[in-house]
Nanobody
């Protein structure tokens, strides 16, 4: 069974940092494709946050997180990471990772949902 398990969420204060992890099981991310992160806040639509190509050589970010978040992947550990810095209350959401069967982030988008499957998510709350 192909699945992701996200971890690393929690409660932090504005300005602090978190690193989310997305560990794959049942398949090798290095042989599958690009991996993306999405988030969904209560009462709001899903929002694409970032995406990284299979090789890790290409990344994209939404305007809302550009310059604050960094996506990376370790194919040997079968894990993708999202380093989040300078967190804001509006970053509060459930974060989940998704898989694409393309090597590049060609179908990723802030409001595009053409991924193959997703994980259950990890919750991030930014509050003072």
């Amino acid at each position: 069974q192909l699945q992701f398990v996200e971890s690393g969420g929690g409660l932090v204060q504005p300005g602090e940092s978190l690193r989310l992890s997305c560990e794959a099981s049942g398949f090798s991310i290095g042989n599958y494709g690009a991996i993306g992160w999405y988030r969904q806040a209560p009462g709001k639509a899903r929002e694409g946050v970032s995406c990284i190509s299979t090789s890790g050589g290409s990344t994209v970010y939404s305007d809302a997180v550009k310059g604050r978040f960094t996506i990376s992947r370790d194919n040997a550990k079968n894990t993708v990471y999202l380093r989040m810095s300078s967190l804001k209350p509006e970053d509060t959401a459930e974060y989940f990772c998704v898989a694409y069967h393309y090597d590049e982030c060609v179908v990723w988008g802030e409001t595009a949902y053409e991924y193959d499957f997703r994980g259950q998510g990890t919750h991030v709350t930014v509050s003072s």
